[in-house]
Nanobody
């Protein structure tokens, strides 16, 4: 069974740090590029960033560049999102996602076929 399971969400104060994990199973992680997306209430799902499966090349949304860092451990079938200097506007449901292929193209949600269930991140001011 294909699964992506996020963990690590919760409540944090503005300026704080949080680390999300996404454990995958049921497919060969090395063959998939991955991404993190988020959706705030009443807003469209947006890309946080994407990372290729081989050379680790990344794309970050401007809103998180310099504050968030994605990584993946292919040996552990796990991907991570480290979030620093969190802001109230980072509050959202965060999803990990995977697409078949070593590289992403435009880091858009519509390109990704496999999704986790989401984990809530709430940043208080």
């Amino acid at each position: 069974e294909v699964q992506l399971v996020e963990s690590g969400g919760g409540l944090v104060q503005a300026g704080g740090f949080m680390r999300l994990s996404c454990a995958i199973s049921g497919f060969i992680f090395d063959d998939y590029a991955t991404g993190w997306f988020r959706q705030a209430p009443g807003k469209k799902r947006e890309a946080v960033g994407c990372i290729s499966s081989t050379d680790g090349s990344t794309y970050y949304a401007d809103s998180v560049k310099g504050r968030f860092t994605m990584s993946r451990d292919n040996a552990k079938d796990t991907m991570y999102l480290e979030m620093n200097k969190l802001k109230p506007e980072d509050t959202a449901l965060y999803y990990c996602a995977a697409l078949l292929g070593q590289y992403y193209y435009a880091c858009e949600a519509g390109d990704f076929g496999l999704w986790g269930q989401g984990t809530q991140v709430t940043v208080s001011s």
